[in-house]
């Protein structure tokens, strides 16, 4: 079984480096944290990135995990080397780049991108975003899979995530106590499906609701409450099509051996308890 520990970073390319900044920071709210040629680094909570954009391919989307010691990353890597996966281990070069001590990369059973990562670097500094959007930090993301069945398989049985509660066939799994870290929503190709953020309240919520739309950017779900989770959510788009979301007050699962992975409609009510439809392709049957 590979341990988890929690969801790092995304890091996503862009034919539009500098939009994606402008974006990231004036948009989003994200504090740049460093920059290299071609790529910018962005914080969102301690941590020293949670975001990279990098000249590329906008379709060259990776999600990064934490593993908790060399001797785990190095079974992992035995283990989805025994499973068909090609496992790519980071050089030092590109270890740097992610401001890691060691990483392997691989394909999930759907040809997601994700890496697995030691250390990752914490900073000294707080986060501090020039647009006050209340972020307290980078939280989840939903990737996309064609076989939720197999692909919930990849997660549960190969690594250590536990299934919180499911939309329809959607599985939403938690790696810690957080409601969820990861979750899966049907769609035909790979990819990241949304990139969440944590605000501290309501008040976030629905300030960043009228900020979104009086900048002219497409709201495509919310201002809204997620039954599964418990959050008040907010999910626009963002450079590339990438769908962002705002969250808060995330439900966190304590009574691990006692919790029961709940089933919610896949309907616009299992996605929100206050009547809000998505308008985001993977939400849709
Ligand atoms: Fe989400």
Not at 105 to 118: H, R, S, T, W, Y
Not at 130 to 135: Q, V
Request: hydrophobic fraction near 35%; glycine fraction near 10%; aromatic fraction near 12%.
């Amino acid at each position: 079984m590979i341990e988890l520990k929690d969801v790092v970073y995304c890091r996503l390319g862009t034919t539009d480096l500098a939009g994606a900044e402008w974006y990231a920071v004036n948009i989003l709210g994200l504090e740049i944290s460093g920059r290299r040629p071609g790529a910018v680094y962005f914080k969102s909570d301690d941590r020293q990135h949670t975001l990279c954009y990098f000249e590329g391919n906008p379709e060259d989307q990776t999600t990064a995990f934490e593993i908790g010691s060399a001797d785990d990353l190095n079974r992992a890597g035995a283990t989805l080397d025994s499973l068909g996966h090609a496992v790519h281990y980071g050089t030092r070069e590109e270890c740097e780049l992610r401001h890691v001590a060691a990483f392997i990369a691989f394909k999930d059973p759907m040809g997601n991108q994700i890496e697995f990562v030691l250390r990752p670097d914490t900073s000294a500094r707080a986060y501090h975003g020039t647009r006050d959007a209340g972020i307290t930090g980078f939280s989840h993301v939903g990737l996309c899979s064609n076989d939720l069945e197999r692909d919930e398989a990849f997660w549960t049985q190969v690594c250590n995530a536990r299934v919180s509660d499911r939309i329809g066939d959607a599985p939403l799994m938690r790696l810690g106590t957080i409601h969820h870290s990861i979750a899966l929503f049907p769609f035909h190709k790979p990819g990241i499906q949304h990139i969440n953020h944590q605000v501290a309240g309501t008040d976030d919520i629905q300030r960043s609701f009228n900020f979104v739309r009086e900048k002219q950017l497409t709201v495509t779900f919310g201002p809204g409450r997620h039954p599964t989770s418990s959050a008040e959510f907010l999910y626009f788009t963002g450079p590339e099509g990438m769908t962002f979301e705002y969250s808060s007050g995330v439900a966190e699962i304590h009574d691990e051996p006692l919790w029961r992975d709940r089933q919610f409609h896949f309907a616009p009510k299992g996605f929100c308890q206050w009547g809000a439809a998505p308008n985001i392709a993977a939400f849709k049957d």
